[in-house]
């Protein structure tokens, strides 16, 4: 099969390669999936560039990354399945990574070993493409949401980098809680967020959210900018701070820690800032995927793809696309 191949961390312009390989072999309670479509996203480029060095201690593998076929979304066709959930041409989305989403699971080519606790069946009439743009984003974002903020009906919430792959379904997601929202990007992408349901939009580049004298329940801040001592300025004195976190790709300067540097200090003072929620408990992973597939299937939220997709063989391009920050929603690969 063809598959996108990375030996070693480094620059993805030199470490990805199209290769031939072997086809992947299913274990027991896995299928083998023809993959349609599959998404690009930063904890890829993250994985493939071994940047932080943290990610390698957690799983990614220490000198050289432990699987070598990178990606952790996909959408595609059950060629045969081990277990009891599918049958051979079930369509079937899903992210794959059995660690976390700063680890190569094996989707950037023609065919992946997926077990099937990790998998669903894609809602009726959702293209491949749309159906790889949901994952890893909507599964940062649920949490993030509900178990973080614990956003309720009737809160005003600030979602800022709301029209990037975490932002859109943050937007949504805080819609069907109730919650009336307020986007924050860039002014050509104010429509569709409005289109999304946002009550609010404001244009970054004329406006600073935590200058504006309005104060917000929650904040979801997905770029991670402002320091939090700025964005306090727009809570509510009980309000909540969810710091997503993005890196950047790497221009934040911090190799070793990434992201987790600038949210460590958060959850060590958290216990005296009732802005800050610390670390606290939600449902497992699969609950999660079960909520966000429901709400796919009853139409109350749905996957935004950004205009420009990519073949697999051009992979690097993709990330070079991403890196740009120009995208909206989600990149994605057919394959």
Request: proline share 7%; hydrophobic share 45%.
């Amino acid at each position: 099969m063809r598959a996108i191949v990375q030996q070693e961390y480094g620059p993805h312009r030199e470490v990805l390669h199209l290769r031939d390989i072997p086809q992947p072999v299913t274990g027991p309670g896995q299928v083998l999936v023809r993959v349609r479509a599959t998404s690009v996203h930063a904890d890829v480029w993250h994985a493939v560039n071994g940047i932080p060095y943290v990610l390698r201690l957690m799983g990614s593998g220490l000198g050289a990354p432990r699987r070598h076929v990178p990606g952790t979304d996909l959408a595609g066709e059950v060629v045969s399945a081990g277990g009891t959930r599918f049958a051979p041409g079930d369509r079937v989305f899903g992210e794959i990574t059995r660690n976390n989403q700063w680890s190569n699971a094996g989707a950037f080519a023609e065919f992946a070993a997926v077990d099937e606790a990790r998998l669903a069946h894609m809602p009726p009439g959702l293209p491949f493409e749309q159906a790889a743009a949901v994952p890893t984003a909507a599964l940062i974002a649920l949490p993030n949401l509900r178990d973080q903020g614990r956003v309720s009906a009737g809160q005003r919430v600030l979602v800022n980098g709301a029209a990037g792959a975490v932002g859109v379904w943050a937007v949504q997601l805080a819609k069907t809680f109730g919650a009336q929202v307020t986007a924050v990007d860039a002014p050509a992408k104010l429509d569709l967020l409005k289109d999304l349901g946002a009550d609010h939009v404001i244009d970054y580049t004329q406006q600073d959210f935590t200058r504006i004298g309005t104060r917000f329940d929650i904040v979801v801040d997905v770029v991670s900018q402002a320091p939090f001592s700025q964005v306090r300025k727009a809570l509510e004195p009980d309000g909540i701070f969810v710091l997503v976190g993005h890196d950047q790709y790497g221009r934040s300067g911090h190799r070793l820690l990434g992201s987790l540097g600038r949210m460590l200090p958060l959850i060590v003072i958290s216990p005296v800032v009732r802005q800050l929620p610390g670390i606290r408990g939600g449902l497992p992973r699969e609950q999660n995927w079960a909520t966000i597939v429901q709400l796919l299937a009853a139409g109350r939220i749905r996957p935004v793809v950004d205009n420009r997709t990519f073949p697999l063989e051009s992979a690097a391009d993709a990330i070079d696309y991403l890196t740009t920050g120009n995208a909206t929603g989600r990149v994605v690969l057919t394959v």
